[in-house]
């Protein structure tokens, strides 16, 4: 069992930072390939980017490659993503998930999920 818990979201300026960060509970923290997830009102759950167990290639969505950056510190049981020079179009709820299998980007594999952060971009 792996309970998440994100923090760190808010209001940001568009060209501005923000970093989003997930705890997570658990002995096995380090065996479990870690996404963030994002939904805007009226639209699915997109997959933002994923880092595999063991320390595997980062995956990013298009849409956020070259400004998202995720990472995770297996020490304190902790995932991050930065968000650099968000823009309107980043305006969502911001989700940790946790999954044993070594890689995927679809929501339904994933077996644990936070409760969101909500993240708005004004222009």
């Known amino acids: 069992q792996v309970q998440l818990v994100e923090s760190g979201g808010g209001l940001v300026q568009a060209g501005g930072s923000l970093r989003l960060s997930c705890a997570a509970s658990?002995?096995?923290?380090?065996?479990?390939?870690m996404a963030w997830f994002r939904q805007a009102p009226g639209k699915e759950r997109e997959f933002v980017a994923v880092?595999?167990?063991?320390?595997?290639?980062?995956t990013y969505a298009d849409s956020v490659k070259g400004r998202f950056t995720i990472s995770r510190d297996n020490a304190k049981n902790m995932v991050y993503l930065q968000m650099n020079s968000p823009n309107p179009k980043d305006t969502a709820v911001y989700y940790c998930?946790?999954?044993?299998?070594?890689?995927?980007?679809?929501?339904?594999?994933?077996?644990?999920w936070g409760q969101g952060t909500q993240v708005t971009v004004s222009s």
């Open positions: 998930a946790a999954t044993k299998e070594y890689y995927t980007t679809t929501p339904a594999r994933y077996d644990y």
């Open positions: 658990g002995r096995t923290f380090s065996s479990y390939t």
């Open positions: 880092l595999p167990w063991g320390g595997g290639t980062t």
